[in-house]
C-alpha cells in the first residue's frame, strides 16, 4: 500500500452497530462511517468543553444513572469519533469474522433524517483494499485483540503498523507467497495441536504461563486449584518500568463446542475483585459466544475494569508470532 501516505495518521477501530443494528452495508454503500447516540445534538459545536460536551450525552441518555462512568464511556467514544479523528487517519471496521478499512475524507456530520435509526453523526470515507473485506486471520494478533474491544471507537495508532501490514497482505493474497502460507499453516496447526494435543487443563495453564512471560510478564503465577477464586493465573506487567498492572486470567482447555459462556466471565470477575487486578483475561483453544463478548461489555460499562476474550485462533497466532519462552 505505497500510495497512502503513512506520516503523521491517526488509526482508530469503530464498530459500526448503532442501537445493536449492524450499519455496515449501509456505511460501505455510502463511502461513510457511521456512530450513534444521535439524540446527543450540538456534539459538532467546536466550542464545547469536554465537561459540556459529557453533560449533553449525560442528559439524554444517562440522567438516572448515580455515577458518571457510563456517560463517561459513551462520551469518549463520541470525542474519538468528532474531535480526535482527522483527516487521512485510518479506521478499521470489524465486521463478523472480517473487517474493513477506510481512510478519514472529512470532518464529522449529523444527518437529522437518520436521528430515529440512531445514526445521524457520520464521517466521509474512501474504503482501502477496494472496498473488499479481510479475514481477521491475516491480522496481527494485536490488531486482533483491538477488534474484539468493548468500546464502540477506540484508538489504534500504536498499532498503524500492523493495520498497514494487513493491507500489504490483502494485496499479497492474490497471489499467496511462501511466508503467507507457511504462517497460516502454522497457525493452523498450532491450533490443532493445542485442540488435540498433549496438552489437558493443567498443560494449558503452564503454555499460558510461558506465552505471557514471553511477552513481557514480570511475574506469571499458577493458581493452586485449592486458592482458586476465579482466577486460573496472575499475569504482572510492568509499565514504564515502575507502574504495575495485574491481570487476572481464566484459562478454558476447550474444544470449539460449546463456546466459553457468561458464567465463565461471571468466574472471572470474581477472581478479579478477589484479587484487586487491574484487567481480565480469558483464553480458550476453544470459541467465544457473544454472550461473553457482552458480560465483559456490561462489566467494562459498570466498573471500567476491562476484560479480553482469546479465543483458539487467536492464542494461536500470539503463539506464532511471539513464541513461547522456556520457563
Known sequence: MGTLDKAKKQAFVLRIAPSGIDKVPEALSRNQIIIGWAEAKNLLDESLSWEEFREIIRSVYYISETNMRRAGSASGNMWRFIRDMKENDLVVVPHESEF??????????????????????????SWLNDKKPMPRMIARSALVSRMKTQSTCVYATDIIKDIYDSLDKAQLDKTPTFHSDLQARLILETLNEIRSGRLDSYSFEKLIEAVMSGLGASDVRIVPRSQDK??????????????????????????????VSRDVVSQLIRGIEAESADLGMVITSGTISDDAY???????????????????EQFSKLIVENGIKVL
Open 100 to 125: 474493513y478499512v477506510a481512510q478519514v475524507n472529512g470532518p464529522a456530520i449529523y444527518d437529522s433524517s437518520k436521528v430515529s435509526e440512531d445514526s445521524a453523526y457520520r464521517r466521509e470515507v
Open 230 to 259: 476465579g482466577a486460573d493465573l496472575l499475569a504482572t506487567f510492568l509499565l514504564a518500568g515502575a507502574l504495575e498492572q495485574v491481570i487476572a486470567i481464566q484459562a478454558k482447555h476447550w474444544q470449539p463446542k460449546p463456546p
Open 294 to 312: 457482552d458480560a465483559a461489555k456490561d462489566y467494562y460499562e459498570e466498573k471500567g475494569i476491562k476484560i479480553q476474550l482469546i479465543d483458539g
